[in-house]
């Protein structure tokens, strides 16, 4: 089917021919005839690269320029939220009939917000857990969204997030029901059972747009399922980065998934060393800019100095310990061709977009703290598979599990290779991730009735797997929590939610969460301080995951709990009494130590060093550092508690920026964070106001502040930078530039 054949507005067809869509694919053109562009409900199982989001979109235009709707487009991380957000900017410029143009929105922070400013966008690209605490705000636009697409609907499998999109899809089928549902989703084995979940037909392929290779590699040797088999030369002892070099040199790129973080980071050193040998000179030159830029992106560490060696040679590692601005310059640096050779944890797999020539999976197993070595599901092998092949740049696609053992390739090709991906299991039944739906369901009047609340969870894909009375019992339970709590209140049949419940809803946090906060803001300890409070939130279970201390940190985080014990707000367990209970609280110690340190202005290498804490796994801690003291001032003002207000604001914007006290008026300034704000404040800057009377000339002789800061510093504040100051530094700085390269 060619695009010019297609039954939707000619503006629409201008835009696909442009970016270089003239014909469909094969799903694509399965999913149309199965509807839906005619409004009806469908799950588009597919490949990766298979081309899924163009249906979501000519859908989505269907709704705004021929029916008047608005479309909210759901994902499960921020990342691919504003990848989609770009891609739907493409239509941007198509005037509707009531002559405004395509507006697209996105929505991904803040949870507790109704974000009244999304009424006005047609198209709305928003995270699961967004989309979940809008609809505990009650945002009124929500009642004109016409059509919801699931992206990457499979995620319904997975512990901590599935429920989440469970939940949001059956709230919204429940309040608009007439809503067009489309999901999109990996190749699972129950595409049928979603779809009828849903409502909704189904249509399911295995076309790829590049074909696909599967197979083992054993001593240098792939043997493909097809029956092919192909040789590799033997350079190094590993035969997965033999692999990679092979690829390399035959001008392609290669994906190696290690099992953890530390295996991705040694296969990367042992990889670069050979890579580095065939790349060309100007390839050369092009990975030592990536390797600047990666030093001046936020601070140095071990781990930022390790990567920029690494990628100098063309390959890096990608993980969740790296920071976020780290992890970004990496994947570009990929899809752009410039690292040839990336290793990652398999998270990598999921959402984001990097193909590669060639898929290496160096082990099938995967590691998880506290629970050892498991094997992946073959929905995750097939998740890694899929990155194989990179569309305009690969004939084919080659994915291989790497076996240690003939009798482990045999293992590997049934299990894996030739195996079915498994079921999508729904998640809910989980009383820690429940109690919350339960609440919400009460405080946003989704139900005022038992019945009411059974209703609605008659509609989630548990009980369609399921049936509901398998977790009636469950949310009783939850019930009668959230009544002894004072969340909830009951007036004959009539179940209601108090201020408090409404609160804690809409803060989106765990209401075990809340009750750790509201019983420590009654408490209150012989000595508060900053770290009473630091440690309150960890012990909350919305802290996750949790900083577990070492082995070998076990006693120092024992004495600093000792020398801290009338600083805290929750009962300290007994170490002989409570071992489980102890060792928890340890953790939370731990947490709230790394917290400290941080806000006094440790710098991240030190805290890598210290706490074995990577900057991705402060950075999330942070994160979630914020929400819980933000959620602690509310709770704080809901029970007039006037001492601990100001204290959790401060905190907040401490645990912000990472910096003591004195420094919160500097690190307001854009382009001033905790370095550059102890830099000037060490220079006797100390207020806005000794900014204010500085010199450019003064400000910019300071170590990493250099002109361009300054002026942005001054300007910020009310200064003004003379036209003829200004190119008169200009100047300089580019003859400085050019020596310097000249040399
Ligand atoms: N009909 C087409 N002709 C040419 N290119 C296309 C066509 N349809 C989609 N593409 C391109 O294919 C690429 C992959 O499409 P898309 O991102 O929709 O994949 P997907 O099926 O959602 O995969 P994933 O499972 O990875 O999310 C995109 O770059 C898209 O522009
Ligand atoms: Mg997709």
Redesign the pocket.
């Known amino acids: 089917m060619k695009t010019t054949d297609l039954l939707i507005p000619e503006s629409v067809k201008e835009v696909l021919i442009k970016s ?2 003239v ?3 094969p799903p ?1 053109e399965e999913a149309i005839k199965a509807g839906a562009l005619d409004g009806r409900n469908l799950v588009l199982a ?1 490949p ?7 249906i979501a979109e000519l859908c989505a235009l269907k709704h705004i320029l021929e029916k008047d709707g608005k479309v909210l487009y759901l994902t499960p991380l921020r990342a691919l939220a504003s990848e989609k957000y770009e891609e739907f900017k493409k239509y941007s410029a198509i005037t509707k009939s009531d002559g405004k143009r395509i507006s697209v929105g996105i929505s991904t922070g803040d949870y507790d917000s109704s974000d009244p400013w999304l009424e006005r966008y047609d198209i709305i690209v928003a995270t699961n857990e967004k989309v979940d605490s809008l609809l505990r705000h009650k945002a009124k636009w929500m009642d004109d969204i016409s059509l919801v697409v699931a992206d990457e609907v499979h995620l319904l499998n997975e512990m901590e997030r599935g429920p989440t999109l469970e939940v949001v899809l059956a709230r919204l089928m429940q309040t608009n029901p007439d809503i067009q549902v489309l999901a ?1 989703s ?1 190749t699972i084995n129950n595409v049928e059972e979603i779809a009828s979940w849903l409502k909704a037909g189904f249509v399911t392929t295995e076309w790829r ?1 590049i074909t696909l290779k599967e197979g083992t590699l054993l001593n240098n040797e792939i043997q493909f399922k097809d029956g092919d088999a192909r040789k590799i030369e033997r350079e190094a002892k590993n035969p997965a980065i033999n692999l990679a070099l092979n690829t390399v040199k035959s001008g392609g790129q290669a994906l190696i998934f290690a099992s953890t973080r530390k295996n991705s980071v040694t296969l990367a050193k042992k990889t670069a060393p050979k890579i580095g040998e065939v790349l060309s000179k100007p390839m050369k030159r092009a990975l030592e800019r990536e390797a600047e830029r990666i030093l001046t992106t936020g601070e140095k560490t071990r781990i930022s100095e390790l990567l920029a060696e690494l990628v100098k040679c063309g390959v890096a590692f990608h993980h969740a310990g790296l920071g976020g601005g780290h992890r970004k310059i990496i994947e570009d640096a990929f899809r752009g061709g410039k690292i040839k050779v990336l290793t990652a944890t398999p998270t990598l797999a999921f959402g984001v ?1 990097l193909p590669a020539r060639t898929v290496i999976i160096h082990d099938y197993r995967r590691y998880e703290p506290g629970y050892g070595y498991y094997p992946i599901s073959v929905l995750e092998y097939k998740q890694m598979c ?1 990155r194989a092949g990179r ?1 305009k740049y690969d004939k084919i696609g080659e994915a291989v599990l790497v076996a240690r053992t003939a009798d482990e390739a045999d293992y590997l090709m049934e299990s894996y290779v030739l195996a079915k991906p498994e079921r999508i299991w729904s998640r809910l039944a989980v009383e820690r991730i429940l109690r919350s739906h339960v609440l919400a369901t009460v405080a946003a009047d989704y139900a005022h009735t038992e019945a009411g609340i059974y209703d609605f969870f008659g509609r989630t894909f548990y009980a369609y797997q399921y049936d509901v009375a398998a977790i009636k019992n469950m949310i009783a339970k939850i019930l009668r929590f959230l009544y002894e709590e004072e969340m909830i209140d009951v007036s004959g049949a009539n179940i209601y939610a108090t201020k408090f419940g409404k609160r804690v809803s809409e803060l989106y946090i765990d209401p075990v969460s809340a009750v750790v906060i509201r019983n420590a803001l009654r408490q209150k300890p012989a000595h508060l301080t900053d770290f009473s409070l630091l440690h309150m939130i960890a012990h909350t279970p919305d802290m996750r995951p949790m900083l577990r201390p070492y082995s070998s940190e076990l006693d120092k985080v024992a004495v600093f709990m000792e020398e801290r014990i009338d600083e805290f707000m929750t009962p300290v367990p007994s170490e002989w009494e409570d071992r489980i209970g102890y060792e928890q609280f340890l953790g939370e110690v731990k947490t709230a130590m790394v917290l400290k340190a941080w806000i006094e202005e440790t710098s991240e290498d030190e805290i890598i060093e210290k706490f074995h804490v990577q900057p991705g796994d402060l950075y999330r801690t942070i994160e979630n550092a914020k929400w819980l003291l933000y959620t602690s001032h509310e709770l704080a003002v809901l029970f007039g508690n006037k001492e601990i207000q100001p204290l959790t604001l401060e905190l907040m914007e401490r645990v912000d920026k990472g910096v003591k006290k004195e420094l919160l008026p500097l690190v307001k300034l854009e382009g001033v964070g905790r370095i550059r704000g102890r830099i000037l404040y060490n220079a006797g800057y100390t207020t806005i106001d000794d900014l204010k009377h500085a010199q450019l000339e003064d400000l910019m002789k300071l170590p990493l502040i250099g002109p361009k800061i300054a002026k942005k510093i001054k300007e910020q504040i009310g200064g003004f930078v003379k036209k003829e100051t200004w190119e008169k530094i200009e100047k300089e700085e580019e003859w400085k530039q050019k020596a310097l390269t000249e040399y």
């Open positions: 270089g869509i014909e469909l694919y694509q597919s990766t690269a298979s081309g899924k989001t163009l999109l990996a747009p977009n899929g569309p």
